[in-house]
């Protein structure tokens, strides 16, 4: 059972930036593939990204594309969000997620294992 602990939310401006991050324990963190997903306030749960388990591949959500980039540590059993140039509508709780195979349907069908969250505001 992989236990994964989100950190980093916080409040900060539009247009600034934020680094989010995701600690794992309980299983071998590099046979994993991590994603980040968000829920705002009165809206449904959206995929915003994922990487494979070496890190060698990424995808995101048409609308952080550019702005926000996903990446890991595996020796620290880490992956971050860096989310830049943060807008209004990014405020959200941000929940980091776990794999056992790297798909890119995370969109659809979800991920394995997920953690609690982690609550970002963005102030106009």
């Known amino acids: 059972q992989v236990q994964l602990v989100e950190s980093g939310g916080g409040l900060v401006q539009a247009g600034g930036s934020l680094r989010l991050s995701c600690s794992a324990s309980?299983?071998?963190?590099?046979?994993?593939?991590m994603g980040w997903f968000r829920q705002g306030s009165g809206k449904e749960r959206e995929f915003v990204g994922a990487?494979?388990?070496?890190?060698?591949?990424?995808y995101y959500a048409y609308f952080v594309k550019g702005r926000f980039t996903i990446s890991r540590d595996n020796a620290k059993n880490t992956v971050y969000l860096q989310m830049n140039n943060l807008k209004p509508e990014d405020a959200a709780v941000y929940y980091c997620?776990?794999?056992?195979?790297?798909?890119?349907?995370?969109?659809?069908?979800?991920?394995?294992?997920w953690g609690k969250g982690t609550l970002v505001f963005v102030s106009s």
């Open positions: 309980g299983g071998t963190f590099s046979r994993f593939a």
């Open positions: 990487i494979s388990e070496s890190g060698g591949n990424t």
């Open positions: 997620a776990a794999d056992r195979s790297f798909r890119y349907d995370y969109e659809s069908y979800g991920m394995d294992y």
